[in-house]
């Protein structure tokens, strides 16, 4: 092999390795971004857990909050454990529209039957500046249920509003103790929507981006067979902005319109 055929072999090699190597880090940042945000699968809801109050005539009501769980029919364990803000919240001060996210969690599409809610030992309500223990029954402390029966669709975000009613859940004993006898109601809501589509060809694998004004809501990326899914999209009007990883240009959807609790189709794009 002469000097010169050497050059252009290693030449050709090197760029053809630099390519590769271009291809594989495209690849793998494609596929880490599509494994973190999971927005091109409708197969999945995510939830938040919140918790409010119904004003009560005392002075503080703790309640010492120490698991979440959801009963989902798609999930063959039946019941889903949600990683919470554990501790003690005085649910006073969380009326007039007030809330707090407590956590929240990915679920199968599907039925919710149940939530449950785990309080721990830790009680008390403070009543003209005197706090009392709150008798906690064992049963509650391994799980209060509470009936929902709402139906997720794969790709919205969805709110459960504990309600705790103190008025009513702080009864008082004849030897002038407390217990705590929880009623509470739990609403479910939607609270966003979601935009869907495809893109050919697959090699495109775009990013997709819906934006409001000067600001991007949210996004995600084609899949393999080039669907995808915006999920977590507020109701409004969208301009959808999609960058192919290769030569390809970049195309856009204006005046996309987006619904609580529905996913918008926008059909397929040709690059």
Not at 67 to 91: A, H
Request: aromatic share 6%.
């Amino acid at each position: 092999m002469t000097f010169a055929s050497r050059k252009f072999l290693k030449l050709t090699l090197n760029v053809d390795m630099k390519t590769l190597i271009k291809s594989v880090i495209l690849s793998l940042i494609t596929s880490f971004a599509f494994l973190i945000t999971g927005c091109s699968s409708e197969s999945t809801s995510r939830v938040e857990v919140r918790l409010t109050d119904s004003p009560g005539d005392f002075d503080e009501v703790n309640i010492d909050i120490q698991g979440v769980e959801v009963n989902n029919s798609n999930n063959n364990d039946g019941w889903v454990s949600m990683d919470i803000k554990k501790g003690v919240y005085d649910i006073l001060q969380l009326t007039n529209g007030l809330d707090t996210l407590l956590g929240s969690v990915e679920l199968p599409a599907g039925k919710i039957e149940q939530i449950r809610l785990i309080l721990g030992s830790d009680n008390s309500v403070k009543i003209n500046g005197q706090t009392f223990d709150l008798i906690t029954p064992g049963s509650q402390q391994s799980g209060l249920k509470l009936n929902l029966h709402a139906v997720l669709t794969g790709g919205i975000t969805y709110r459960i509003l504990l309600d705790f009613e103190a008025a009513r859940s702080i009864v008082k004993r004849g030897n002038g103790t407390y217990s705590l006898k929880p009623v509470i109601r739990a609403i479910e809501s939607a609270t966003s929507g979601a935009i869907r589509g495809a893109v050919t060809p697959f090699d495109a694998t775009p990013a997709i981006y819906a934006i409001s004004g000067s600001d991007t809501v949210s996004s995600a990326f084609a899949d393999e067979t080039g669907k995808f899914l915006v999920r977590g999209v507020p109701a409004g009007n969208y301009l959808i902005s999609l960058v192919p990883s290769g030569n390809y240009p970049t195309k856009t959807q204006a005046n996309i319109l987006v619904s609580v609790g529905n996913v918008t189709d926008i059909g397929t794009i040709d690059f």
